[in-house]
């Protein structure tokens, strides 16, 4: 385990609280992790750490920006089963969770009320207002799915959207109670009440289909309707 490396303009130890206080471009490193903000209170006996103003955290692939945010470590009583080199990062205050696809050179963006994000797992739970946008790049658009609750497993490249799960894109859209998202596979099944359509260029719906199972495959750009089905066909503007 690598030591805790700390900047900042301003910095001083509370003794009465045990605290590490940094102020000014305030900076923490540890590990492959990197914390940024205005203010930054490290409890290194508590082992959890506070930041607001400007908050920034560096984990490889994701960058999470954040008005306040909480991280957790091994030994913290808040989280006691983290394991070594684990922790536990909790973000507030209009969070924004950014996940570069270094080979596409595309964005993906997840915002919503509240993001937790597991470090050995590399998994990202989002709560309340969730949206997540995925960067299609100049030709395709961007694909906007909303819902209540999300969680993804980055490594896996797997994700649950839940409650009132709503898709916009620039070709198509739908609605359901549930989505499950393939990333590899470029896939996701909407699942429960669901509903799809496709637009025409001037966004009219050209045709929808309803059934409690739908599976659209993103980039072969086709849709396969499982259970009962309904569907409509419109032709024409």
Same mark, same amino acid.
């Given at each position: 385990? $690598? ?41 290194? &006996? ?5 930041? &607001? ?26 989280? &006691?089963?983290? =394991? ?7 973000? $507030? ?50 694909? @906007? ?10 490594? $896996?490249?797997?994700?649950?959207? =839940? ?7 620039? =070709? ?10 393939? @990333? ?27 059934? $409690? ?5 993103? =980039? ?13 066909? @419109?032709?024409?503007?």
């Amino acid at each position: 385990v $690598q030591k805790i490396q700390t900047k900042a303009l301003y910095s001083y130890f509370e003794q009465k609280t045990g605290e590490l206080i940094l102020k000014g471009a305030a900076q923490i490193h540890r590990d492959d992790i990197s914390l940024y903000a205005d203010k930054i209170f490290y409890h290194e &006996s508590k082992k959890e750490a506070f930041a &607001s103003g400007s908050v920034r955290l560096e984990m490889g692939k994701l960058t999470l920006f954040a008005g306040q945010l909480r991280v957790y470590m091994k030994g913290s009583k808040a989280f &006691s089963y983290l =394991k070594e080199d684990d922790a536990v990062v909790i973000a $507030q205050k209009h969070p924004r969770l950014v996940e570069k696809n270094e080979e596409t050179d595309q964005e993906n963006e997840i915002t919503a009320v509240e993001i937790k994000f597991y470090k050995s797992s590399e998994k990202i739970e989002a709560f309340e207002n969730v949206r997540l946008i995925q960067g299609g790049g100049a030709s395709e658009g961007d694909t @906007r799915i909303t819902g209540e609750y999300m969680e993804y497993l980055h490594l $896996q490249g797997k994700a649950l959207i =839940k409650n009132k799960v709503k898709i916009e894109s620039p =070709k198509m859209g739908g609605h359901g109670d549930r989505l499950i998202y393939y @990333r590899q596979d470029e896939k996701f099944y909407l699942i429960g009440n669901a509903l799809i359509y496709e637009l025409g260029e001037n966004g009219q719906k050209l045709n929808e289909v309803s059934s $409690q199972k739908i599976l659209h495959l993103v =980039k072969e750009k086709r849709t396969i309707q499982m259970g009962d089905v309904e569907g409509i066909i @419109r032709v024409g503007p």
